[in-house]
Nanobody
Framework: QVQLVGSGGGLVQAGGSLRLSCAAS????????MGWFCQAPGKEREFVAT????????RYADSVKGRFTISRDNAKNTVYLQMNGLKPEDTAVYYC???????????????WGQGIQVTVSS
């Protein structure tokens, strides 16, 4: 079992930046990949970014390419999501997740952190 604790988030004006963090603990074999997803009110949970914990290979949703960066710090067992150029449509609850392989599908992830609210004002 993997435990994930997310932090960061908050309220920012459009064009601003935020960094989300997700600290992982537990079975390393269960978290070969880490992902970030977001869910806006009334919408489905959407893929944002994912990273292979060992190979450092990343993938992004088209809507965040060039603005968001996912990274990991192996020594701290922490994954980050640096969000730059934020837009009001980025407003959502963000979740980090751990799984056995990188994927843009939420069903591929078996452990989830608590939601982190990100609000971008226009």
């Amino acid at each position: 079992q993997v435990q994930l604790v997310g932090s960061g988030g908050g309220l920012v004006q459009a064009g601003g930046s935020l960094r989300l963090s997700c600290a992982a603990s537990g079975r390393a074999g269960s978290r070969y990949a880490m992902g970030w997803f977001c869910q806006a009110p009334g919408k489905e949970r959407e893929f944002v970014a994912t990273i292979n914990w060992i190979l450092d290979v990343t993938r992004y949703a088209d809507s965040v390419k060039g603005r968001f960066t996912i990274s990991r710090d192996n020594a701290k067992n922490t994954v980050y999501l640096q969000m730059n150029g934020l837009k009001p449509e980025d407003t959502a609850v963000y979740y980090c997740a751990a799984g056995a392989r990188t994927s843009s599908y939420a069903t591929e992830y078996t452990s989830w952190g608590q939601g982190i609210q990100v609000t971008v004002s226009s």
